[in-house]
């Protein structure tokens, strides 16, 4: 129940080891897969993008608050849609979960300013990097 139902788990004896085992997964697993499969060749905007989404958890956020962001923080030169490519990436894998905002009055979604949350066990929560 602590830590999961990863089976290599069971050859771990110490807490550490599995610690350190579910925090490899991240970058060696799931980020890994999603590079291959894409063929992403600009890791540094990958991380750059997950650095700035876990950093602004419960802010609003869209691609080209993104893509500003790394152009200014890391002169990226990224454009909106390999921000967009890249969501939509985290998104199949069940990283991310993209969360719409609502307008009560007007009774519809907002077409931009969304909010991102990790998955987990199906249901979001909040997004953790590293």
Known sequence: MI???MPYLLNLKTEEQKKN???SLFPEVYIKDIVECHKIERMDILEGMLDFLGSSIGSLSNPANIT???N???NAKVS???I???LHYLEDAFLL???KRYDIKGKHYFDFCSKYYKMRAGEPTVLTVG
Do not use: A, P
């Open 3 to 5: 830590y999961g139902g």
């Open 80 to 82: 909106g849609h390999t």
């Open 97 to 99: 979960r993209e969360v």
């Open 21 to 23: 085992y579910l925090q």
């Open 72 to 74: 200014s923080r890391i």
């Open 84 to 86: 967009t490519d890249y």
């Open 68 to 70: 500003n962001t790394l």
